[in-house]
């Protein structure tokens, strides 16, 4: 009797440890700031496309964010932000008031191409620019996001899918991925923003000189993430697919050292594939903090939500 008792102390205290570990992993360390990406996810109700519009959805998002410590939102709303502004507007002025900021998101990676960059620079001067002219201060984005994502085009009329160009042609859509956040400043600059900050994201791997990727040498590597630091505020290395953090630091440190101080680590909440608890994520994600010493960002809303609700359906049964 006294065996079994003392097992199930043991059983009991080590889920409150895991649980303590969960909820201390959501509070970020002193110093650290985190961002997370909000998809429109029109299928889920915890994409954009449900909470806009929605003040109770809004209302439990929000809560949610300050839970875990989220203080800058990237978010990605209907027609690219030029769905309704009045319900932007709202959202905005709630995250403003709540400490959080708010991002527009823009993810199409055909953008990178030079003969869309008229389209490209429309929704800027559109959807970002003149909705902040528009704006009260409370109701306007703090920046621009980017998702743009070379090594995932695919054939299109603009030009060859990543996987079936050269390491030569590769370098190249790199350059032209520099020149659109180059000309997105500049913009921005040209358009009253001067103080828009802009955040992109960034595969861990594109550093590599004996990678896919054809470097001329380390200076031309080197070259590129200089200017890239120089027209970005921040960066998101995405450290997807592996959930040891002694893993993700070695395979972001290279990057982190080449983006003068404006590297974040992006981990996604995958769980099942990435990260096989909630406590494990949160743990592995504090364990990241305070090793690297930079801010994490969180892929994605929707992926976490669905995570925690899996977690509160285990426990109740």
């Known amino acids: 009797m006294l065996q079994s008792r003392f097992w199930k102390s043991c059983v009991f205290l080590s889920v409150i440890g895991i649980l303590s570990i969960a909820a201390k992993g959501q509070t970020p360390a002193a110093g650290h700031d985190r961002a997370v990406w909000l998809w429109q996810s029109p299928k889920s109700p915890y994409g954009s496309t449900s909470i806009l519009g929605n003040a109770g959805r809004e209302d439990e998002t929000i809560l949610n964010l300050k839970k875990w410590g989220i203080t800058t939102v990237y978010g990605s709303y209907s027609d690219e932000g030029n769905g309704n502004a009045a319900a932007i507007r709202g959202w905005n002025r709630k995250l403003a008031a709540n400490g959080i900021a ?14 869309t960059w008229p389209r490209a620079s429309a929704i800027i001067s559109t959807n970002f620019a003149m909705f902040n002219r528009q704006s009260v201060a409370s109701d306007r984005f703090a920046g621009l996001a980017f998702d743009l994502e070379p090594h995932i085009l695919k054939e299109s009329s603009y030009g060859t899918a990543w996987k079936q160009t050269d390491a030569s042609g590769r370098r190249k859509y790199l350059e032209d ?64 697919e592996i959930s040891d953090p002694a893993a993700i630091l070695r395979r972001s440190q290279e990057e982190t050292d080449l983006l003068h101080g404006k590297a974040r680590i992006a981990l996604r909440a995958n769980l099942g594939k990435e990260w096989s608890s909630t406590a494990e994520f949160w743990n592995g994600l504090q364990s990241v903090e305070a090793a690297s010493r930079q801010s994490v960002d969180i892929q994605d809303y929707a992926l976490l939500c669905e995570d925690e609700k899996t977690k509160n359906a285990a426990k109740a049964k």
Do not use: H
């Open 102 to 115: 708010s991002y527009l998101l823009l993810s199409n990676t055909d953008y990178l191409f030079p003969e």
């Open 177 to 240: 991925l520099l020149n659109v956040y180059e000309r997105t400043r500049e913009l921005l600059n040209q358009n009253g923003e001067k103080d828009a900050r802009i955040a992109i994201s960034l595969p861990v791997w594109y550093s590599k000189l004996d990678g896919s990727i054809q470097w001329s040498n380390t200076l031309d590597r080197d070259r590129w993430f200089t200017q890239l630091a120089q027209v970005c505020d921040r960066v998101s290395m995405m450290a997807f």
